[in-house]
């Protein structure tokens, strides 16, 4: 199985910040790389996929990139909105899997 | 408009079996694969299986913490996906979403756009 190392697991950072955070699978999955949003109580919602395109109706700020073993999610400039846990999923094969989740909170 | 609304959860005891649905609107159910997706209290996100679309067989994979007591299935004529679950543990507690997975012949990573609402699962005693 292909395992997905995410950091930092938690996190605190301010308004206009920019963030970084970084999947690293255990072996290439090319770029069969997704993040995902998830606040509390509700449901993921796609950010990225193909590592670095922008789901449909995501702001600009969010930016993916990566390919092989590498990927990092960035949110350039950190708004109070963007509080929340952050997934990376591999589908490159089965079964798939989810980094352990980046909780981003802000100062 | 996707949608996809998840049913079936509940309470059930442990060993005991439920079924639940996902059923879909908005896309060619059919041309799809279908994951189910599942989230214990206050843990991350672990996928638990999929099955193929048509085209690619409708086959299944899963996950090993499910592997020989959960089946996924289809019906394609209600654009309905299911989660079999027997021999319940009270490890599988968890919100189950089901998920569109990749569409067309080969796989490729436009996958996990749309996820239900979600359904509780409480398996207790």
């Known amino acids: 199985d292909i395992q997905m190392t995410q950091s930092p697991s938690a996190m605190s950072a301010s308004v206009g910040d920019r963030v970084t955070i970084t999947c690293r699978a255990s072996q290439d999955i090319n770029n069969y790389l997704a993040w995902f949003q998830q606040k509390p109580g509700k449901v993921p919602k796609r950010l990225i996929y193909a590592s670095s395109t922008l789901h449909s109706g995501v702001p600009s700020r969010f930016s993916g990139s990566g390919s092989g073993t590498e990927f990092t999610l960035t949110i350039s400039s950190l708004q109070p909105e963007d509080s929340a846990t952050y997934y990376c999923l591999q589908h490159r094969t089965n079964p798939r899997t989810f980094g352990q989740g980046t909780k981003v909170e802000l100062k | 408009e996707v949608q996809l609304v998840e049913s079936g959860g509940g309470l059930v005891q442990p060993g005991r079996s439920l079924r639940l649905s996902c059923t879909t609107s908005g896309f060619t159910f059919g041309d799809y694969c279908m994951s189910w997706v599942r989230q214990a209290p206050g843990k991350g996100l672990e996928w638990v299986g999929f099955?193929?679309?048509?085209?690619?067989?409708?086959?299944?994979e899963y996950a090993a913490s499910v592997e020989g007591r959960f089946t996924i299935s289809r019906d394609n004529s209600e654009n309905i996906a299911y989660l079999q679950m027997n021999s319940l543990k009270v490890e599988d507690t968890a919100v189950y979403y089901c998920t569109k997975d990749y569409g067309g012949q080969q796989a490729n990573n436009d996958a996990f756009d749309f996820w239900g609402q979600g359904t509780k699962v409480t398996v207790s005693s």
């Open positions: 099955i193929r679309s048509i085209i690619n067989g409708g086959t299944t």
